[in-house]
């Protein structure tokens, strides 16, 4: 293959990758950090959310209607209202907690937990930094994964009809 074929074909591969993917392609993009001290976020959060956020708690399971939301729309966080999952990333796990098999790209924070001794992958907003609960590799396909979400620290929007 001489050279000049050798680049065409590089510089499609991604434009193919984009056709064989099954609805949005969702990019990456940069998010401005959002920086308040525990006062600012304890006037703008609720009790119940700022302990979630700010102090990496958890709310009762089987507490959150939006465990059972099934409507069309966006799930963004509570706090900064940053998108973090599209409705069709959502699915009943059985946890009493709303469970998600992906993120929107670059668009949450990973850390290791250790409070339970072992290890589990800790969440986190990339705006606000808010925690929002941990992922597992306990999902359904595509990718295999289980983001747990405390469903306190979402707001829902629907699509537009």
Request: proline letters at 9%.
């Given at each position: 293959?001489?050279?000049?074929?050798?680049?065409?074909?590089?510089?499609?591969?991604?434009?193919?990758?984009?056709?064989?993917?099954?609805?949005?392609?969702?990019?990456?993009?940069r998010?401005?950090?959002?920086?308040?001290?525990?006062?600012?976020?304890?006037?703008r959060?609720?009790?119940?959310?700022?302990?979630?956020?700010?102090?990496?708690?958890?709310?009762?399971?089987?507490?959150?209607?939006?465990?059972?939301?099934?409507?069309?729309?966006?799930?963004?966080?509570?706090?900064?209202r940053?998108?973090?999952?599209?409705?069709r990333?959502?699915?009943d796990?059985?946890?009493?907690?709303?469970?998600?098999?992906?993120?929107?790209?670059?668009?949450?924070?990973?850390?290791?937990?250790?409070?339970?001794?072992?290890?589990?992958?800790?969440?986190?907003?990339?705006?606000?930094?808010?925690?929002?609960g941990?992922?597992?590799k306990?999902?359904?396909?595509?990718?295999g994964?289980?983001?747990?979400?405390?469903?306190?620290?979402?707001?829902?929007?629907p699509?537009?009809?």
């Amino acid at each position: 293959m001489d050279r000049r074929t050798f680049i065409k074909l590089t510089a499609s591969v991604p434009v193919l990758m984009q056709l064989a993917l099954p609805g949005p392609v969702w990019a990456a993009e940069r998010i401005d950090r959002l920086v308040l001290g525990n006062a600012e976020w304890k006037k703008r959060l609720t009790p119940e959310q700022f302990d979630i956020l700010r102090e990496e708690g958890t709310e009762r399971p089987f507490s959150s209607p939006l465990d059972h939301e099934t409507r069309s729309g966006l799930y963004v966080c509570a706090a900064c209202r940053l998108p973090l999952f599209p409705s069709r990333f959502k699915y009943d796990s059985g946890t009493g907690w709303p469970s998600f098999y992906d993120v929107l790209p670059g668009h949450v924070e990973t850390k290791t937990d250790l409070k339970l001794l072992l290890p589990r992958t800790e969440y986190h907003c990339a705006r606000c930094g808010g925690h929002h609960g941990h992922v597992f590799k306990d999902g359904p396909k595509p990718t295999g994964l289980r983001y747990c979400n405390n469903g306190a620290v979402l707001t829902f929007i629907p699509d537009k009809a």
